[in-house]
Every structure is written in C-alpha cells, then in structure tokens.
C-alpha cells in the first residue's frame, strides 16, 4: 500500500466545498415534511433589493423555500466542481487522490442530493406514488455512481475535455435542482403567471419520469459538450464574447424559468441529435449507446 504524504491544499479545500454544499443541500431539503394531502400552499415573496433583509425572509418552515434553497446550494457546489480542476492544473498540483476525492463529493452532491430533492419539490407526486418516487430516486444515484466510477476508469492524460462521453453528473443534478428554483416561482405570493397551479401539478408529474430519463443519459455513451472549455477556454472572436453576455443578461432576466430550461436543453439536445444523426445515417455508430 502506497502512502499519501503530501496532498495539494488550496485544490483541495474547493473539492471540500463541493462536498459541504453538497451536505447542506440535503439538510435543507431534509426540513421538508413528508406530505399529508395534495394540496399546495402559496410560498411568501422574497424581495431581493436588499441582499441582508433577503436571508431573513427565508421561513426555515417554508417547505418550498427549502427546495429552492437546497437547488441554489447544488448549483453553488457546481462553482466549486468547475474551479478545483482549473485551480489544480493551474498550480500543477494534480494527482489521483485530488481526482478520487472529487468523485466521492460529487456522488454526495450530483447524485444523493439530487434525488433526494426530487422527493421533496413534488409533494403531489410523492402523496400518490410514495414508493414510485422513492425508487427513482434511488435509482437516480445509483446511475450517478455508475456514471462516475466509469469516468475514473476510462479518463486519462490524453483527453481532450471537451467532450464527455454520457451525461456528467454535475450537469444532470442541474436539470433536477432547476425544477426546484421554476416551482419557487411557480407557488410564490407574488407570481404572475396565469395558470401557475396548473403547471406545477404538471410539471410534478413529468419531473419523475424525466430524472429517471437523465439517470440513463447518464450511464449513455452519447457525447456531450463540455460547455465551460468549450465557451471560456483559448481565444475567440468578438462575437462569441457578445453572444455569452447576452445570453448571460437573457437568464438573469428571467432566471426562475430560465434556469430549468436550459439545463433541459443541454440533457436532451445531444441524445435528439445522436438519434437525428443515427436515422439520417449521417455518420455511422459504432459504438453502443450504453
């Protein structure tokens, strides 16, 4: 047995960060009660003009505040996934207990986490099919170890990063925790939006079946982009800089229903376009997709 004596501290303290927000995103999710009817009530508004009064409007017994609190804190731990890697090549202090950490915090965070939200943001669902929504769940982390004890395996030097070979979990754990920020919006005091129960109920009827659709784009071999070198990596012309701030001020202007649907996009698009491709023949498959 080889003995760590040495481990990369700044690299590591980020990998950390994932796992504690990773950690808290359960326990917040966990103040949610198990639900005792299908009926819904309305969340108060939180006003955001003044950052310091915004916390303490948060209810702790608030179940929807909760959820969306517990999808803010997976995103944030996505920050932390996206700079260990950078900041570990950057001090070329990379090595295989950095990579192995990172797998261990983000089953914990892109797997545990978001099933377990998915259970708590549909209490509709969940009164009606108790056991149903629990084996999706399960099912859910099951397919994001799976998914990155393949990747610790078949990784390498050699690789590009720019293309993953299935779902990464980190972006399957966005399209679920979206949906929690969209039903904030969606059951908030102060929304606007006509019909805003009746999509709810919808969209918690459909959120099951399209976990366990990104559980299996997760264990797939269909190639996704790898979107933060792919947009931010090298130099490019002025046109792509101006296409991201635009597309930057397009979700921060509607980021409640912006956030699910680009993080649905991303997990689909590339399987519709790989069976688009595979039907036209465009470009022949070899390789399974699982």
Known sequence: MRRIRTIAVFPTMFTLGNLICGFFAIVVAARVESPTSVEMNRAPDIVFRHPGMAVRQFDPKDDTHNCMLSGWLIFLAMIFDALDGHVARLSRTSSDFGAQLDS??????????????????????????????????????????????????????????????????????ASIAGFAILFYELRREGSRLSYATTIDQAVQYVLPVFAVVVALLMVSRIPYPHIVNQAFRGQRGMGHVVGLLFALGAIMSIKGYSVPIICSTFVLAPPILYLWRRMRSEKPQHEPIF
Not at 113 to 128: D, E, S
Not at 136 to 148: F, I, N, P
């Open 104 to 173: 261990l915090c983000d089953l914990v965070t892109f797997g545990v986490a978001p099933g377990f939200l998915l259970v708590k943001m549909c209490p509709q669902f969940t009164f009606v099919h108790r056991e149903t929504v629990w084996i999706v769940a399960a099912s859910y982390a099951a397919c994001a170890a799976l998914r990155l004890a393949r990747f610790n395996v078949e990784s390498g030097e050699e690789d590009d990063h720019l293309h993953f070979s299935g779902l990464p979990s980190p972006a399957a754990a």
